[in-house]
């Protein structure tokens, strides 16, 4: 498949090395990647675009949990943005939501305004949106090139059906970009089923960490994450992926 995207998220300079030696094409560069990411430091990203060569789009996102933001956060979703441009960053990974489930297309607007020539993602707040076609419709307005999504499912092959409906609706008007639980097994079924050329992986892996000393029963964060197991994306799983991509129709 000659036109296909293979965008993988990273969250540390390791896993940016790993995801381009397997043959991603573009990175999706976040912090805390095991609560589903958050914004990079400036520092984070200048130390990935020493390391790679493809393009990078930045995650904004000041906080874990939902899309519907205060006037602060807001505030710091425009500084990132104007930041990561002033840096060069390829895109921006981005979305507000209205409490009703809607998108914030005032402060959409402004959002784009501060992206400026950077490319715009719409990230999986698309995914606990009230309307998918709506929402769509009103990113392809608002010039916004890509929507991240999983289908509004749990991973993008339970939500295939809806992917391949939006896929066909979107006529090449906006990139469906499939993301969530994609991994090189089911790829060939993802494309099948949905007619998608753009997808979105991790291809993370557990490694252990080299602490030798390790004091137990001190949880740092969420309950049930261990401190001491790390996620690195795996350069082989990318390559896998790039491979069947690759030979694809």
Request: glycine letters at 10%; charged letters at 25%; one cysteine or more.
């Amino acid at each position: 498949m000659k036109d296909y995207m293979l965008e993988i998220c990273v969250d540390s300079v390791e896993s940016a090395i790993a995801a381009q030696k397997g043959g991603a094409k573009r990175l999706e560069l976040c912090s805390n990647l095991i609560i589903g990411g958050t914004t990079p430091t400036p520092s984070l990203y200048l130390a990935v675009r020493e390391a790679v060569e493809i393009d990078i789009n930045v995650l904004i996102r000041p906080r874990f949990g939902d899309f519907c933001y205060t006037e602060a956060e807001f505030g710091i979703i425009r500084r990132d943005i104007q930041t990561y441009r002033e840096l060069g960053a390829n895109g921006v990974v981005i979305g507000i939501l209205r409490p009703e489930g809607i998108l914030n297309t005032e402060n959409m607007q402004i959002l784009m305004k501060e992206a400026g020539e950077m490319a715009v993602t719409l990230h999986r707040a698309f995914d606990v949106c009230r309307d998918p076609f709506a929402t769509m419709e009103e990113s392809i307005c608002l010039g916004i090139q890509t929507i991240l999504t999983s289908g509004q499912e749990s991973s993008a092959l339970a939500g295939a059906k809806l992917l391949q409906k939006l896929e066909a609706r979107a006529a090449g008007r906006i990139q469906i970009l499939g993301g969530a639980g994609v991994t090189p097994s089911n790829l060939e079924e993802l494309r099948r089923r949905t007619g998608l050329c753009q997808f979105h992986m991790s291809g993370k892996k557990v490694i252990d960490s080299e602490m030798t000393f390790r004091k137990e029963g001190v949880p740092m964060g969420l309950p049930g994450l261990s401190e001491y197991s790390i996620w690195r994306t795996d350069e082989e799983e990318i390559k896998k992926a790039a491979e069947i991509l690759e030979r694809m129709d």
